[in-house]
């Protein structure tokens, strides 16, 4: 798998992480519960990505550009990692965008300095989230909670891709800007151009979507 750095959501970023869906087996059909009891039709695993080099240096180059394109490096002064999922590409843009690097955590540490927040956070720093996924968006609020109960500032979320079930929606509403590579419906018909999928798993998807 040749390595390329597209311009944000592009044509080609579509394709590339379509086809990373595919090889890695990330996307799956069956009944999965999600975060919440929520049931779902399908799941979209990309916490293997990491475990394919080539996979994940592409996913990386993708998100990084996307980045760079949507948001400039000058509108945030670090970048903070979503547990688990989303740490691994997080740390990843950290590194090449020489920012400092954070994460959260889902539950509060009860011992040592008992935070939620791992990292330095000063008053005031302008903080980029960075998740794998959002689907109803629960952890990414979850996150800016905690960040901002720290002082930081969290204005821009990045995601490769939106499940399209509230996540937007609901970080809007917390004055948060959610950007994603790509969205559930593009991917889903690209895959089934792809022949990746079947007609009755395009639906399948495409219901899920419209019966939030």
Do not use: W
Not at 7 to 27: D, F, H, M, P, S
Not at 155 to 179: P, Q, W
């Amino acid at each position: 798998m040749q390595s390329s750095r597209p311009a944000g959501r592009t044509e080609g970023a579509t394709g590339e992480v379509c086809q990373i869906l595919q090889k890695t087996n990330a996307l799956e059909f069956g009944a999965f519960k999600l975060a919440g009891k929520r049931v779902t039709p399908y799941y979209i695993d990309l916490r293997v990505i990491p475990s394919f080099p080539d996979a994940f240096h592409v996913v990386s180059d993708i998100l990084e550009a996307a980045v760079k394109t949507e948001l400039g490096t000058e509108s945030f002064d670090r970048v903070a990692g979503i547990p688990a999922a989303g740490t691994p590409f997080a740390s990843i843009v950290a590194f090449r965008l020489n920012k400092p690097f954070l994460y959260t955590r889902q539950n509060l540490r009860l011992r040592g300095r008992e935070r939620r927040v791992e990292g330095v956070l000063m008053p005031g720093d302008r903080v980029l989230l960075i998740d794998d996924l959002v689907t109803t968006g629960t952890s990414l609020a979850r996150a800016a909670t905690y960040i901002k109960a720290e002082g930081g500032v969290v204005s821009d979320a990045i995601v490769l891709l939106d499940r399209e079930e509230g996540g937007k929606e609901r970080l809007e509403n917390m004055g948060i800007k959610l950007h994603s590579v790509l969205k559930m419906s593009e991917a889903a018909r690209r895959l089934f151009e792809m022949d990746a999928i079947d007609e009755d798993q395009l639906k399948t998807i495409m219901k899920q979507i419209k019966k939030r």
